[in-house]
T-cell receptor, first 113, second 115 residues
Framework: AQSVTQPDIHITVSEGASLELRCNYS??????LFWYVQSPGQGLQLLLK??????LVQGIKGFEAEFKRSQSSFNLRKPSVHWSDAAEYFC???????????FGRGTSLIVHP | NAGVTQTPKFRVLKTGQSMTLLCAQD?????MYWYRQDPGMGLRLIHY???????AKGEVPDGYNVSRLKKQNFLLGLESAAPSQTSVYFC??????????????FGPGTRLTVL
């Protein structure tokens, strides 16, 4: 069965600084990978996803993520964080033959002015 | 196009009471899901459905029942609420099919407190 680990429960950055949120997965074959964002009091919204092709994926709101098979990672990055990026971020993995994605426990992003 | 909607947004129950949470989607999606979200636990799948008239258990199904009588609706029931069911409940839907790259669309959530 697949699994997802988000090692950081909380991340604090200053506004304007760069951001990297870590995600590691466990699965034997090529996974399908997702990043979702949850603003306070809201549901989850898809930021980006990877399922084939270019390993560097561009998403909404200026986010990108890179799939690294050798490291079993799919880290989320943003070059310059805005105060409105403060939210909970979830990584998820889907696999061939299963339409039920597995979610990580989430990383809470705090942005200081 | 409202996407995924959930009713109600908030609810307070006493232990032993029953209630039904309603999820509706207008995107003609085949698959629908119910999750619960608890601090530090991420999202945990309760039940899901791959089409009208079908349901299946997820990771944490005990104490919950579901029904999918119409394609656009997915109901989550609590027959006898317990304090451990205090949580935020999210419904999601997806197009379905064979693609594991399918995107899930989430509702705004229902905050349930059981006293």
């Amino acid at each position: 069965a697949q699994s997802v680990t988000q090692p950081d429960i909380h991340i604090t950055v200053s506004e304007g600084a760069s951001l990297e949120l870590r995600c590691n997965y466990s699965y034997g074959a090529t996974p399908y990978l997702f990043w979702y964002v949850q603003s306070p009091g809201q549901g989850l919204q898809l930021l980006l996803k990877y399922f084939s092709g270019d390993t560097l994926v561009q998403g909404i709101k200026g986010f990108e993520a890179e799939f690294k098979r050798s490291q079993s990672s799919f880290n989320l990055r943003k070059p310059s964080v805005h105060w409105s990026d403060a939210a909970e971020y979830f990584c998820a993995v889907g696999t061939g033959g299963s339409y039920i994605p597995t979610f990580g426990r989430g990383t809470s992003l705090i942005v200081h002015p | 196009n409202a996407g995924v909607t959930q009713t109600p947004k908030f609810r307070v129950l006493k232990t032993g009471q029953s209630m039904t949470l309603l999820c509706a989607q207008d995107m003609n999606h085949e698959y629908m899901y119910w999750y619960r979200q608890d601090p530090g636990m991420g999202l945990r799948l309760i039940h899901y459905s791959v089409g009208e008239g079908t349901t299946a258990k997820g990771e944490v199904p005990d104490g919950y029942n579901v029904s999918r009588l119409k394609k656009q609706n997915f109901l989550l029931g609590l027959e006898s609420a317990a304090p451990s069911q205090t949580s935020v409940y999210f419904c999601a839907s997806s197009y379905g099919g064979d693609s594991a790259s399918d995107t899930q669309y989430f509702g705004p959530g229902t905050r349930l407190t059981v006293l």
